[in-house]
């Protein structure tokens, strides 16, 4: 059975990863991007950047940032 290629990352997906790599001032500016640049709750949103953290195509389209946010979701795991 032949793999099937793999194909890059949505809007959503790509627009997930570009708002992780920018920074954000004050409580609740990164929320609030999140509902306007996005159209999702924040509870969504975080369900999503997690799943993405484990897609070799998120990893693949921006290694930096992927890297950098399993990093910090290994270090809170092992804090638990």
């Known amino acids: 059975m032949a793999m099937e290629p793999v194909e890059g990352l949505g809007p959503r997906e ?4 570009a708002l992780e790599g920018r920074g954000f ?3 609740g500016a990164k929320e609030r991007a ?3 640049r996005l159209g999702l709750a924040p509870v969504r949103y ?3 950047l997690n799943a993405l953290l ?7 389209h921006d290694p930096v940032t992927v890297n950098r ?4 979701r290994d270090a809170r795991r092992g804090e638990r």
């Open 69 to 72: 946010l399993r990093r910090v």
């Open 54 to 60: 484990d897609d070799p195509r998120a990893l693949a």
């Open 14 to 17: 790509r627009g997930i990863l």
């Open 34 to 36: 999140i509902r306007e």
């Open 25 to 27: 001032s004050g409580p």
């Open 46 to 48: 975080y369900q999503l």
